[in-house]
């Protein structure tokens, strides 16, 4: 099993729409979760960090279920630039060796 | 600001041969990372460093040396060129071990 899995997708969706996806996560100790969005042949960027509390930012909306060991991401009002890959990324325990990335969920937004 | 700049972009390698990824970087970062990353997987980590003079092995550093004479370059390379190292570099920079990751542009390497 993978330490940090995604579901690949694609999710096509059309502009406008809500979408969420979720990733879990394995270890039941790790402390920090991320997403980052990778657009197509770019690197990965901080889109935003997910705090036990939840967090929120514009049209995004992130969610941690550690009883469950899920994050989730959760896009309202979608637009044609939301189109990207969606990584999941988990920090096991602040080390540096220990960061793991999910392979990432394609979102596709169309018109 | 260039933030974090790899060289070369692009690189096409036949086996056996080697050659060196440069990383550069102008945050002050401690914490710099060589990652792989190939389709349907996410980035492995390679080899990383929590400071200048430091590296350590990651996930996946067969076939691969690092080095880190001064702070804010990173080096990767390959000494012997494998077709199964065929895939994009990402180098990335963090300020502390569990922060915010920052990501150069990668370099894509084909080894033929």
């Known amino acids: 099993r993978k330490e940090v899995e995604q579901d690949p997708g694609p999710f096509n969706v059309p502009e406008g729409a809500t979408v969420a996806f979720n990733c879990t996560y394995s270890?039941?100790?790790?402390?920090?979760f991320f997403w980052y969005r990778q657009d197509c042949r770019k690197e990965p960027k901080l889109l935003m960090s997910v705090y036990s509390s939840g967090n929120e930012d514009g049209r995004f909306t992130a969610q941690l279920n550690r009883a469950s060991q899920y994050i989730s991401l959760l896009i309202r009002d979608s637009k044609l630039s939301d189109s990207a890959t969606y990584l999941c990324?988990?920090?096991?325990?602040?080390?540096?060796?220990?960061?793991?990335f999910g392979s990432g969920t394609r979102l596709s937004i169309r018109p | 600001n260039a933030g974090v700049t790899q060289t070369p972009k692009f690189r096409v390698l036949k086996t056996g041969q080697s050659m060196t990824l440069l990383c550069a970087q102008d945050?002050?970062?401690?914490?710099m990372y060589w990652y792989r990353q190939d389709p349907g997987m996410g980035l492995r980590l390679i080899h990383y460093s929590v400071g200048e003079g430091t590296t350590a092995k990651g996930e996946v550093p067969d076939g691969y040396n690092v080095s880190r004479l001064k702070k804010q370059n990173f080096l990767l390379g390959l000494e012997s060129a494998a077709p199964s190292q065929t895939s994009v570099y990402f180098c990335a920079t963090a300020r502390t071990s569990g922060g915010e990751l920052f990501f150069g542009e990668g370099s894509r390497l084909t080894v033929l």
């Open positions: 270890n039941s100790a790790s402390q920090s």
């Open positions: 990324v988990v920090n096991k325990n602040s080390s540096a060796s220990k960061i793991i």
């Open positions: 945050m002050n970062h401690e914490y």
